[in-house]
């Protein structure tokens, strides 16, 4: 994945996450192979804290490579952030992101240490699973049957300077289950059996591709500004519905929604405000969010003018195809008006355009 120049790769450490879908597929594995290539190459490396959960392949691979004592509190042992920062090295490997630390620990979380040491110019690899992000709760709940307690920002993935998705096939994972490489016999509980059916590490798989994909797409739109290339990047498909005020937009966000699902995409309901409206058109904005909202569509009010707003942010979010609504032959919406759609076509000449018949003057569909 390329490197994306956040905030924290500026003024501080440089952030690798490997990211997984379930325990077991390699990420720590991973970073630690990362750890002796980076040794080979001259630079400082040391484990912060790696927890090799009696997997011994884990274990080798940690051999060779500094590690910083660490700090027991409250019997449990948790990352010791002074240590290494007075250590100071080029890079501190990092187990498990979503950690809560001990009772007593200086910080709740292991995120919030590890920020500490990008902070302080120290440059972390680290691991997480895709079901700790606290934007997902409610959906790993659905999919795995309970509620995820530790979960980290969304933003610590957002920010990181790269992400790289570590896979394996749930068949395979699940083999590796089977012969006692992930956990001792002991510890295969019934919730654990659970978890690791095919169904759940599939759908948990997925979801991890997408947002490792999201990675990518942010940062092709970062390298994008840099270079000042305008012309979107067809990486992902994205769906932006532009919702108007003046007319039921409900059979164009059902359109754009089954867009999305075909292709697998993004999609997202926009509407520009560029002047005060009335009672009747804040109803009709309401019912056409709402409905937005129930399909899982993200929705955006812009301010601004009307089709310089719409061709900035489709080009800002790498949109891949636009909706909107077929000009009325009593009283056009703004965004309907011949002038404005030709705008449209000419600026976003990667785009395409659809022109979809809008809800009738009853509102039926």
């Not at 979503?98 to 620990?105: F, L, M, Y």
């Not at 966000?253 to 926009?270: D, K, P, S, Y």
């Not at 009672?279 to 310089?308: H, M, S, V």
Request: charged content about 30%.
């Amino acid at each position: 994945m390329p490197d994306s120049q956040t905030n924290s790769a500026k003024t501080g450490g440089r952030h690798k996450i490997f990211l997984s879908y379930a325990p077991g597929v390699g990420k720590t594995h991973a970073m630690l192979e990362e750890a002796h290539r980076r040794s080979k190459r001259g630079q400082d490396v040391v484990i912060g804290l790696v927890d090799p959960a009696n997997r011994d392949p884990v274990s080798e691979l940690a051999v060779g490579i500094e590690a910083i004592p660490p700090k027991v509190v409250n019997d449990s042992p948790e990352l010791d952030v002074d240590a290494v920062i007075a250590r100071k090295p080029g890079c501190v490997l990092v187990d498990d992101l979503e950690h809560t630390n001990a009772p007593g620990s200086v910080r709740e979380k292991r995120w919030q240490d590890v920020q500490v040491l990008l902070d302080a110019g120290i440059n972390v690899l680290s691991t997480v699973n895709v079901y700790h992000l606290e934007s997902l709760n409610d959906n790993i709940a659905d999919i795995i049957g309970t509620k995820i307690k530790d979960t980290i920002p969304d933003q610590i993935l957002r920010d990181a300077a790269e992400v790289e998705y570590i896979d394996l096939t749930p068949r395979a994972l699940m083999n590796r289950l089977d012969r006692g490489d992930l956990y001792d016999v002991d510890r295969v509980t019934p919730e654990v059996v659970s978890f690791f059916r095919e169904g759940n590490l599939s759908a948990l798989r997925e979801i991890a591709m997408r947002e490792a994909a999201s990675c990518v797409d942010e940062d092709l739109v970062e390298y994008r500004k840099d270079k000042r290339i305008e012309r979107p990047w067809a990486t992902q498909d994205r769906v932006m519905i532009c919702v108007s005020s003046t007319r039921s937009a409900l059979r164009l966000i059902r359109r754009g929604w089954r867009m999305g699902q075909r292709m697998h995409g993004e999609v997202l309901a926009v509407h520009v405000e560029n002047g005060p409206i009335g009672d009747r058109e804040r109803k009709i904005l309401a019912d056409d969010f709402k409905l937005a909202e129930r399909l899982g569509i993200q929705t955006f009010t812009l301010k601004g003018e009307l089709a310089p707003t719409l061709i900035e942010f489709a080009k800002e979010r790498n949109v891949t195809q636009l909706i909107i609504g077929h000009p009325q032959r009593n009283r056009f919406q703004e965004i309907l008006r011949p002038a404005v759609l030709a705008e449209l076509v000419k600026a976003l000449r990667t785009v395409d355009i659809l022109v979809v018949a809008t809800e009738s003057p009853s509102g039926e569909a």
